[in-house]
C-alpha cells in the first residue's frame, strides 16, 4: 500500500489510520487483536492510541488501549513494521495532566512501558495547556528525541492561533516542531478545521490525522432516524447530526456509495483521503467486520464529480 509522509517528518503512514480508543473499551482483547492483526494484514501500518484510553469506562484508569497494544505488538514481534501514535496531556487523575515538562518526562515512561516499546514515532500533545509555556513543553520533546524516546511530536485540539505559535517558537529556538495536527474534521465537522486550520496546515507542511472521520458512526448511515440511536454506545450523539444538513449529506453518500459499489463509509472515509493536504484519517473499528470496510476505502478513488456533489451536500 502506498504511504504518505507525515508532515516533514521522516515517518511514512498508510493513508488510514486505525484508532486505538475502542481497545479494551468496546473492544475487549481478543477482539482487539483480531482487529489490529486484520489491518496490519491488509498492509497498513499506522495505529493511533492514548494513554488516557479508557477512563471513561466504568472501573477504567486510563491506558487500556496502550496496554493491549503493546502486548500485540510483543505477541506479533512486528514492533518495526508499524508508527504507533499516542498522546500526553489529558488527564489521568489528580495532578497527572497537562504539557509540563515534569509531567510529560513521567507519562512518556509509563506509555513506553505500556506499548511494551522503547520509543514512540509520533507523540502528541492531546490537549492545549495554557498553563505551561509553549516552550517548555516544546523543550520536553527534544529532549526526548534526543534520547531516542521519540521519533516526531503532534498536536491535538489546537487551534491554529496557538499551533501557529508553537511554530513560530520552534523555528525561532531551533526546537522539534509539531509535525501533525489531530483534529475533528469528517463531511459533518467542516467548519472549525476549514477556515483557519486548513490554510495554515497547508502553508506549514503540517500532517492532517482527524479523528471522528465518520462523526461517531453517523457517516455510516446506520443512524437515518431517532430509533436508531440505541444502536450503540455513540447513538446518543446522533442528534446533532440528524438535521435536514445531515439527511442531505447521506443521500450524498448514498448516492455515491450507490454509484462505486461501495458503502457510505467508505465513501465518507475516500473524501477525507482526497482531501489536499490531509495525511489519513483516523477512523476506529469493533469487529473485523468494521475494520475490512473502512479499510476498503482506501482502494476507493473519487471522481471529481463525486467530490463536489458531496461538497455540496455538506456545504455549511
Not at 455513540?234 to 459499489?261: E, T
Not at 482526497?274 to 476505502?297: N, Y
Request: glycine share 8%.
Amino acid at each position: 500500500m502506498d504511504k504518505r509522509r507525515l508532515g516533514r517528518s521522516d515517518l511514512m503512514v498508510s493513508p488510514l489510520c486505525l484508532g486505538g480508543n475502542v481497545f479494551g473499551w468496546t473492544a475487549d482483547e481478543a477482539t482487539s487483536f483480531e482487529i489490529l492483526d486484520a489491518y496490519a494484514d491488509a498492509g497498513l501500518n499506522f495505529i493511533d492510541t492514548a494513554d488516557v484510553y479508557s477512563t471513561w469506562a466504568p472501573g477504567h484508569t486510563g491506558g487500556e488501549s496502550e496496554t493491549i497494544i503493546g502486548k500485540w505488538m510483543k505477541a506479533r514481534g512486528n514492533r518495526d513494521r508499524l508508527v504507533i501514535a499516542t498522546k500526553v496531556g489529558s488527564e489521568m487523575g489528580p495532578s497527572q495532566k497537562g504539557l509540563s515538562k515534569s509531567y510529560i518526562r513521567s507519562a512518556v515512561e509509563a506509555s513506553l512501558q505500556r506499548l511494551q516499546t522503547d520509543y514512540i514515532d509520533l507523540y502528541q500533545s492531546h490537549r492545549d495547556d495554557l498553563e505551561t509555556p509553549q516552550q517548555e513543553t516544546l523543550q520536553a520533546y527534544e529532549e526526548l528525541i534526543r534520547d531516542g524516546k521519540v521519533r516526531a511530536i503532534g498536536a491535538s485540539n489546537f487551534t491554529a492561533e496557538r499551533l501557529k505559535e508553537a511554530l513560530a517558537i520552534s523555528t525561532e529556538l531551533g526546537l522539534p516542531r509539531y509535525e501533525s495536527l489531530q483534529n475533528k474534521y469528517n463531511l459533518s465537522d467542516r467548519a472549525e478545521y476549514e477556515a483557519e486550520l486548513e490554510p495554515l496546515c497547508r502553508k506549514e507542511e503540517i500532517g492532517v490525522i482527524p479523528y471522528y472521520g465518520l462523526a461517531s458512526g453517523f457517516l455510516t448511515g446506520k443512524y437515518r432516524s431517532e430509533a436508531d440511536f440505541g444502536k450503540s454506545v455513540r447513538g446518543g450523539r446522533m442528534a446533532g447530526y440528524l438535521n435536514d444538513r445531515g439527511k442531505r449529506i447521506l443521500s450524498a453518500l448514498d448516492a455515491v456509495a450507490d454509484r462505486k459499489n461501495a458503502t457510505p463509509a467508505q465513501v465518507a472515509l475516500a473524501w477525507l483521503m482526497a482531501r489536499p493536504g490531509l495525511t489519513a484519517p483516523i477512523a476506529s473499528a469493533t469487529s473485523v467486520e468494521q475494520l475490512k470496510d473502512i479499510v476498503a476505502a482506501t482502494r476507493l478513488s473519487l471522481d471529481e464529480s463525486s467530490i463536489e456533489e458531496l461538497d455540496r451536500a455538506s456545504a455549511q
